[in-house]
């Protein structure tokens, strides 16, 4: 059974770090591309940043360029996303996605066939 398992949120200073984990199960790390994405009450899932199958490409919104880092280690099947220099703007729940057919991921939450249960980040002025 596919499961995805966030861990790593809570509540932090403008300026501060946190580490995002997400723990794969299932057999799914391996060939799916990997993505992270957040969500605001009453708002849409939007994109934040993803990692190709291989982990060889990276893609990030531009809202988190140059702050936030993916990163996926097969042998832990986890994909983390180092932040930080975090804002206000970055509270938000995030969610962990796999997509199994589009090896270097993208940027629309519907095409993603896992999610995880998500994780509070939220950050204070």
């Known amino acids: 059974q596919v499961q995805l398992v966030e861990s790593g949120g809570g509540l932090v200073e403008a300026g501060g770090s946190l580490t995002l984990t997400c723990l794969t199960s299932g057999g799914i790390l391996r060939d799916y591309a990997m993505a992270w994405f957040r969500q605001d009450p009453g708002q849409k899932r939007a994109f934040v940043s993803a990692i190709s199958w291989n982990g060889e490409h990276t893609y990030y919104a531009d809202s988190v360029k140059g702050r936030f880092t993916i990163s996926r280690d097969f042998a832990k099947n986890t994909v983390d996303l180092q932040m930080n220099s975090l804002k206000p703007e970055d509270t938000a729940v995030y969610y962990c996605?796999?997509?199994?057919?589009?090896?270097?991921?993208?940027?629309?939450?519907?095409?993603?066939?896992?999610w995880g249960q998500g994780t509070q980040v939220t950050v204070s002025s």
């Open positions: 996605g796999a997509h199994r057919s589009a090896r270097y991921g993208s940027r629309w939450p519907d095409e993603y066939d896992y």
